[in-house]
């Protein structure tokens, strides 16, 4: 659990970056209707976009806030994969926030057959590996399945983003912005997958993956 001692001011800027990175990722088309969820880490908690909400119409003062057993502290009711962030938290020590979204061609990726669930895409582009690195896939189960949450703890230790399958990406970051801008790099890199299909592919082998790894002291 973070260490970091945090004020009024700081947990209400958190909830203006969710609002602002929430209308953001709206705006440009990565969600729609009132799918997807953000949520940053908290000195005694977390803060999570609430049940049923648009990430393009999030009010600050609104936002689900919970403690570290996922009970509801203040704001509407959240999530109702809460379970989902509670566990990745856990899991991942080190994440500020987490960023969950129904992305169209991530969500496409994830309902594809014959995927390696041990790394869902190949490694295109070395932006690619820098914020994603692997993409294992986590099997089906409905929304809300709290099994869910343990089939992403068993993960989320090693894996800063992970696939659901028929379902969409989760990634975490050290902060929010770190995490959208992630989630964007996976969406592009899905989109990338799926124009090169029927095309000749050359994707970075694994010494380049590796100078990667070593230059940025990425661990995956």
Known sequence: MSTMIQTNSDEMRLRE????????IFDRGLTAGSSGNLSVRLEDGWLLTPTN???????PARLA???????????????????????M?????????IVHLHSTHSAAISCMDGLNPADCLPPLTAYYVMKIGRLPL????RPGDPALGEAIRGLAGKHSAVLLANHGPV?????????????????????LFLLLRNAPTRPLNAEQVQELKTAFKLDF
């Open 17 to 24: 970056q969710i609002v602002e990175f929430g209308r953001s």
């Open 53 to 59: 909400a648009s990430l393009g119409r999030l009010d």
């Open 65 to 87: 806030k919970l403690d570290w057993k996922g009970n509801r502290v203040s704001g509407d009711a959240p999530s109702k994969e809460a379970f989902l962030h509670r566990a």
């Open 89 to 97: 938290y856990e899991e991942r020590h080190g994440a500020g926030a």
């Open 138 to 141: 986590i099997p089906y189960y």
């Open 171 to 191: 990634v975490s970051a050290n902060t929010l912005e770190a995490a959208v801008y992630a989630v964007e790099e996976l969406e592009e890199t899905a989109k």
